[in-house]
């Protein structure tokens, strides 16, 4: 394909496809593992990001009325945790002037969010409220089924239609038809009695039967809406009151314990001492039993962080209630970073808002609060920019440092959180003063599990084969037999 194509594809693409094993992952498990199947998968999709410039989609480059009437974006979580990407369907009217800038949006969009959570699936939300037959655009439509089941791999884990209008039922006869069985399945037609079997209510608007108090608007774009935890930096402060003053001391004292474990030379101490001054002096640390380092690590061109995806919290059955995020410095400057949460109502973070020296590695303890659990809708986010060697790495440094550095400056990193049900602890969940290996994810068994079928299938399909070939054997050795008894047949009655 290349060697015919290459003019066709865009080069960062090529050169990401040879250097992203999990994107080919995604590409094959999308395509049951059939290798001539995914190739042309790979070859359609590469073309229209290049006829589409994906890679250089922006919110400069198209109209801003695009962006303004909010009729395409991100915002909140499924049941399970996905991303939902919402179609609100009443701001759409058919235009074919204004069809390739709203398929661009859709692009936009799509490669916005694979770009930030590394090709975390979405679940689509077809909003349908007050909708009719002058909202109905199929061109629109089979797009943005094509996105998903032709150039985005793997990206889609079900679609939820809102009240579609019975005018609209012979217009989704024809959409069946251009989904095929796999994405057929993935279908969810609900109303405002079923749809919380999807979502729950607190990412739903009133109009769905929900409390989300969500008002659309632009700009800037919309996203999570990330917030600064409690306990910015240091000792816990009295607004905590879910806590008393003997449980403040314990997590202090475990997490002084955590950090000596792990910080053995002097520049790492020069990190602790940023957590929090009591831990300076406090002589009964001693070092955690059976310590291992997270599985997963992001590399970030500031900073790399530990784990690379997910937080593991236990169940309120399990009690793990902390869990640890370790950076580390690649660069030769100072990095400073914050830690934000979209639930700050629920989470301790220590530090939140700090800085690393180079070559360093930093020790970042978040911990659940009062009577609170966590939610896989949970996320955080992770912020880090370079600052100058002749900045201090002061809170009011930091602060004015946050206030002045420019956005295109800042890396960002997202983590959501797992909930561990099992009694065998994530490898990333602190408890007893020790990590555990990790449980097997519901992805994980998921992804196991279509392998298995694919297998499966496959197995059925070469039997179906051989069966076939066994038949036409038979049926060919009968034939041979009778042309051979009627030439017998023939020469006996020639010589009588």
């Given at each position: 394909y290349f060697l015919d194509k290459s003019d066709k594809y865009d080069s960062r693409d090529v050169e990401r496809l040879q250097q992203d094993d999990k994107w080919v992952e995604n590409y094959l498990i999308w395509r049951h593992d059939v290798v001539d199947d995914t190739l042309k998968m790979i070859d359609e999709s590469f073309q229209w990001r290049k006829e589409y410039t994906v890679n250089d989609l922006s919110e400069s480059v198209l109209p801003k009325w695009l962006f303004e009437i909010g009729a395409l974006f991100l915002h909140g979580y499924d049941k399970e945790g996905y991303k939902l990407f919402w179609f609100k369907v009443k701001h759409h009217t058919r235009d074919p002037k204004q069809q390739l800038d709203k398929k661009k949006l859709v692009a936009f969009w799509l490669e916005h969010y694979a770009k930030r959570d590394h090709g975390k699936p979405l679940t689509v939300v077809f909003d349908m409220a007050e909708t009719g037959i002058s909202h109905i655009d199929l061109d629109f439509v089979r797009f943005i089924v094509n996105c998903f089941t032709d150039y985005y791999p793997n990206f889609l884990t079900k679609i939820v239609i809102f009240e579609m209008p019975w005018i609209m039922n012979a217009a989704f006869k024809i959409v069946k038809g251009w989904l095929g069985p796999d994405a057929i399945s993935m279908l969810k037609f609900t109303n405002k009695n079923d749809v919380q079997e999807y979502i729950s209510g607190e990412y739903l608007p009133p109009h769905m039967g929900g409390t989300d108090s969500?008002?659309?608007?632009?700009?800037?774009?919309?996203?999570?809406?990330?917030?600064?935890?409690?306990?910015?930096?240091?000792?816990?402060?009295?607004?905590?009151?879910?806590?008393?003053?003997?449980?403040?001391?314990?997590?202090?004292?475990?997490?002084?314990?955590?950090?000596?474990?792990?910080?053995?030379?002097?520049?790492?101490?020069?990190?602790?001492?940023?957590?929090?001054?009591?831990?300076?002096?406090?002589?009964?640390?001693?070092?955690?039993?059976?310590?291992?380092?997270?599985?997963?690590?992001?590399?970030?061109?500031?900073?790399?962080?530990?784990?690379?995806?997910?937080?593991?919290?236990?169940?309120?059955?399990?009690?793990?209630?902390?869990?640890?995020?370790?950076?580390?410095?690649?660069?030769?400057?100072?990095?400073?970073?914050?830690?934000?949460?979209?639930?700050?109502?629920?989470?301790?973070?220590?530090?939140?808002?700090?800085?690393?020296?180079?070559?360093?590695?930093?020790?970042?303890?978040?911990?659940?609060?009062?009577?609170?659990?966590?939610?896989?809708?949970?996320?955080?986010?992770?912020?880090?920019?370079?600052?100058?060697?002749?900045?201090?790495?002061?809170?009011?440094?930091?602060?004015?440092?946050?206030?002045?550095?420019?956005?295109?400056?800042?890396?960002?990193?997202?983590?959501?959180?797992?909930?561990?049900?099992?009694?065998?602890?994530?490898?990333?969940?602190?408890?007893?003063?020790?990590?555990?290996?990790?449980?097997?994810?519901?992805?994980?068994?998921?992804?196991?599990?279509?392998?298995?079928?694919?297998?499966?299938?496959?197995?059925?399909?070469?039997?179906?084969?051989?069966?076939?070939?066994?038949?036409?054997?038979?049926?060919?050795?009968?034939?041979?037999?009778?042309?051979?008894?009627?030439?017998?047949?023939?020469?006996?009655?020639?010589?009588?």
């Amino acid at each position: 394909y290349f060697l015919d194509k290459s003019d066709k594809y865009d080069s960062r693409d090529v050169e990401r496809l040879q250097q992203d094993d999990k994107w080919v992952e995604n590409y094959l498990i999308w395509r049951h593992d059939v290798v001539d199947d995914t190739l042309k998968m790979i070859d359609e999709s590469f073309q229209w990001r290049k006829e589409y410039t994906v890679n250089d989609l922006s919110e400069s480059v198209l109209p801003k009325w695009l962006f303004e009437i909010g009729a395409l974006f991100l915002h909140g979580y499924d049941k399970e945790g996905y991303k939902l990407f919402w179609f609100k369907v009443k701001h759409h009217t058919r235009d074919p002037k204004q069809q390739l800038d709203k398929k661009k949006l859709v692009a936009f969009w799509l490669e916005h969010y694979a770009k930030r959570d590394h090709g975390k699936p979405l679940t689509v939300v077809f909003d349908m409220a007050e909708t009719g037959i002058s909202h109905i655009d199929l061109d629109f439509v089979r797009f943005i089924v094509n996105c998903f089941t032709d150039y985005y791999p793997n990206f889609l884990t079900k679609i939820v239609i809102f009240e579609m209008p019975w005018i609209m039922n012979a217009a989704f006869k024809i959409v069946k038809g251009w989904l095929g069985p796999d994405a057929i399945s993935m279908l969810k037609f609900t109303n405002k009695n079923d749809v919380q079997e999807y979502i729950s209510g607190e990412y739903l608007p009133p109009h769905m039967g929900g409390t989300d108090s969500f008002k659309y608007s632009y700009p800037p774009l919309v996203d999570d809406d990330f917030q600064t935890p409690l306990c910015e930096n240091g000792p816990i402060t009295s607004e905590d009151e879910h806590e008393s003053k003997e449980e403040i001391d314990a997590d202090t004292k475990e997490t002084g314990e955590l950090n000596e474990a792990q910080n053995l030379n002097q520049k790492k101490m020069n990190s602790i001492e940023q957590i929090s001054k009591s831990e300076e002096t406090d002589k009964t640390e001693v070092k955690p039993k059976n310590a291992k380092k997270a599985l997963t690590t992001f590399k970030g061109p500031l900073l790399h962080i530990s784990p690379a995806e997910e937080l593991y919290f236990g169940s309120k059955e399990t009690g793990e209630k902390k869990c640890l995020i370790v950076l580390t410095n690649v660069t030769k400057n100072v990095v400073a970073f914050k830690v934000r949460t979209t639930a700050p109502e629920k989470y301790r973070v220590k530090p939140s808002n700090s800085s690393c020296e180079p070559g360093t590695s930093l020790d970042i303890i978040v911990s659940l609060h009062g009577g609170f659990a966590a939610s896989l809708q949970d996320r955080f986010l992770i912020m880090a920019a370079e600052m100058d060697q002749s900045s201090g790495a002061g809170v009011p440094e930091l602060t004015q440092f946050w206030k002045e550095v420019p956005r295109t400056k800042v890396m960002e990193h997202r983590l959501r959180c797992h909930v561990v049900e099992s009694s065998k602890p994530s490898s990333l969940t602190l408890k007893d003063n020790a990590f555990n290996v990790p449980a097997k994810t519901n992805e994980d068994l998921h992804i196991q599990l279509t392998h298995l079928l694919q297998i499966n299938k496959r197995l059925e399909e070469q039997m179906n084969r051989c069966l076939w070939f066994q038949q036409l054997s038979v049926v060919l050795s009968l034939l041979s037999v009778t042309v051979a008894a009627f030439c017998f047949y023939l020469a006996y009655a020639q010589r009588s």
